[in-house]
């Protein structure tokens, strides 16, 4: 594996290895038998049309091995205090955080309707110290094993990792804000990085809407395409930003509301000409600029009256 780290021989180490072997859980049982009602929900959300899932002869999908054993939101009254105080341990060691990596599944014997479950659970294994990119820490491994009527039917392996987060590199701090990129507005941000600003339009009514939104005001709409916009705008209002000041920025400085050509409105700065040269009415130019390695923004450069207005 990658970013082993030999330093398993620690105290720590000792200490968690000790819990290899030891019960998680002690003689579960189901909370209910296996049955038609949860394996039809799971193949209806799982899109799974497998005739063997369905009528009198059904068996479970054998996927569903660690469904028939989950306690739901009121849990288990059968699980040990192993498990709890093994990953205590590691909260104290720093390593908080969680994620689940990986689960390994083994099929000994279908499960039908009415089949009867019961488990146990062990801790089977602690990994020595590993460094990942999320960080270091320890991969737990627990094993359960399913039985049906009395019959192995199963196993389920679950792996976790428990581990310090690596700090991330923080941004200097004279980087300017990122967007906030969402479902609804990133074909907006991809248009961004092709140097293309784009205007949503209702596909039903055509009314054009900016910024981004699911649905139209006019008309409640929910399906639309896009209008690049040619570029040409004025400045229908602005304001000159002094304080506060921000690192990433270097006041002062104008931000307009720019109405384009096309009739909406965008937030904006205005560039190319001095701040305190910004007018209501002055043309201005779309353009693209960019800030850093990953960040593109539209910008509009503004044109000094001719004849001296200013
Ligand atoms: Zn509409």
């Not at 479950?117 to 999320?134: G, H, M, P, Q």
């Not at 209002?237 to 104008?254: G, K, W």
């Amino acid at each position: 594996m990658d970013g082993m780290d030999r330093t398993g021989d620690d105290d720590l180490f000792a200490r968690l290895k000790a819990y290899e072997g030891r019960p998680a859980t002690l003689a579960g049982t189901g909370k209910d038998p296996v049955n038609l009602p949860m394996i039809r929900h799971w193949c209806e959300a799982l899109g799974d049309t497998n005739p063997a899932y369905t009528g009198p002869g059904a068996i479970a999908p054998p996927t569903m091995l660690q469904a028939w054993t989950m306690g739901g939101l009121a849990g288990h009254t059968t699980r040990t205090p192993a498990y709890d105080e093994l990953l205590g341990l590691l909260d104290e060691a720093g390593c908080t955080s969680v994620v689940a990596t990986d689960c390994e599944q083994e099929y000994l014997r279908p499960l039908r309707p009415g089949d009867e479950i019961t488990f146990d659970t062990v801790i089977e294994s602690v990994s020595v110290r590993k460094t990942t990119k999320l960080g270091t820490g320890y991969f737990v491994t627990t094993r359960t094993r399913i039985h049906a009527g009395g019959e192995l039917a199963g196993t389920h392996r679950f792996r976790i990792l428990k581990y310090a987060p690596a700090r991330r590199k923080k941004a200097p701090a004279d980087t300017r804000p990122r967007p906030v990129v969402n479902r609804d507005n990133a074909g907006f941000w991809e248009g961004v990085q092709r140097h293309e600003l784009l205007i949503q339009r209702c596909a039903d009514c055509r009314t054009l809407r900016f910024p981004w939104l699911p649905g139209c005001d006019a008309c409640g709409g929910l399906d639309w395409d896009t209008v690049r916009a040619a570029g040409d705008g004025t400045v229908h209002s602005y304001v000159v930003m002094h304080h506060p000041p921000f690192p990433a920025f270097d006041p002062p400085y104008a931000v307009g509301l720019i109405e384009l050509v096309e009739g909406v409105r965008i937030v904006s700065n205005v560039v190319g000409v001095p701040y305190d040269k910004v007018r209501i009415g002055m043309p201005v130019r779309l353009e693209f600029r960019r800030y850093d390695d990953e960040l593109v923004l539209p910008v509009f450069r503004g044109e000094l009256f001719r004849g001296g207005l200013s």
